[in-house]
Nanobody, 125 residues
Framework: QVRLVESGGGLVQPGGSLSLSCVVSGHTFRSYAVGWFRQAPGKEREFVSSISWSGHVTHYADSVKGRFTISRDNAKDTVNLQMNNLKPVDTAVYYC??????????????????WGQGTQVTVAS
């Protein structure tokens, strides 16, 4: 059974940093892409970032470019999202998701086959 577990969320002041991790277990995939999404109260889930299996192809939402960095360690089945210069608008539940086929529409929730339970990120003073 495929399982994704996010960690690293919490409360941080504006301008601060957090590092989220997503550990993927129970899979038999030869390769998979991973995406990070977030959902604020009353809003739809939105794309944040994604990374290919090789790690060579990454994508970011315009709102986080230059502040967030995605990376992965395939030996540990772990994907990290380093978030710097956080803003109150970044407050949301952050979810990681696995795309077994990496078909290209990395920004769409429909692309992803498995999801984690989410971790809360709150940016406030």
């Amino acid at each position: 059974q495929v399982r994704l577990v996010e960690s690293g969320g919490g409360l941080v002041q504006p301008g601060g940093s957090l590092s989220l991790s997503c550990v993927v277990s129970g899979h038999t995939f030869r390769s998979y892409a991973v995406g990070w999404f977030r959902q604020a109260p009353g809003k739809e889930r939105e794309f944040v970032s994604s990374i290919s299996w090789s790690g060579h192809v990454t994508h970011y939402a315009d709102s986080v470019k230059g502040r967030f960095t995605i990376s992965r360690d395939n030996a540990k089945d772990t994907v990290n999202l380093q978030m710097n210069n956080l803003k109150p608008v970044d407050t949301a539940v952050y979810y990681c998701a696995v795309d077994e086929w990496d078909s290209g529409t990395y920004y769409s929730t429909l692309e992803y086959d498995y999801w984690g339970q989410g971790t809360q990120v709150t940016v406030a003073s």
